[in-house]
């Protein structure tokens, strides 16, 4: 199976940046996408962003597109995503996810193992 560790939440203010870190291990090699979502209290959860094996394939929601860049090393099997311009609506827990599908996916059920999450509060 695989395992997923999220760390680099914490309390930032509006305006300012996080960069997330999930270390994956295990039987890393069944893996492709990658993917971030968010989840609010009270809310459902959000889709952030996706990465494919390669790197060279990423999609975003259209509200962190502008401001939310994914990234990988699979050397290190870690995935980042790098958060600038922060706003209060950005604040959620933050929870890694993959797949074994081969294309970035916006959709939940796409993927197999996810994180138990890291908080991101952004104050304003």
């Known amino acids: 199976q695989v395992q997923l560790v999220e760390s680099g939440g914490g309390l930032v203010q509006a305006g300012g940046s996080l960069r997330l870190s999930c270390a994956a291990s295990?039987?890393?090699?069944?893996?492709?996408?990658m993917g971030w979502f968010r989840q609010a209290p009270g809310k459902e959860r959000e889709f952030v962003g996706a990465?494919?094996?390669?790197?060279?394939?990423?999609l975003y929601a259209d509200s962190v597109k502008d401001r939310f860049t994914i990234s990988r090393d699979n050397a290190k099997n870690t995935v980042y995503l790098q958060m600038n311009f922060l706003k209060p609506e950005d604040t959620a827990v933050y929870y890694c996810?993959?797949?074994?599908?081969?294309?970035?996916?916006?959709?939940?059920?796409?993927?197999?193992?996810w994180g138990q999450g890291t908080q991101v509060t952004v104050s304003s």
């Open positions: 295990g039987r890393t090699y069944t893996l492709n996408t």
């Open positions: 990465i494919s094996r390669s790197g060279r394939n990423t």
């Open positions: 996810a993959a797949a074994r599908g081969p294309y970035p996916s916006g959709s939940t059920v796409e993927y197999t193992y």
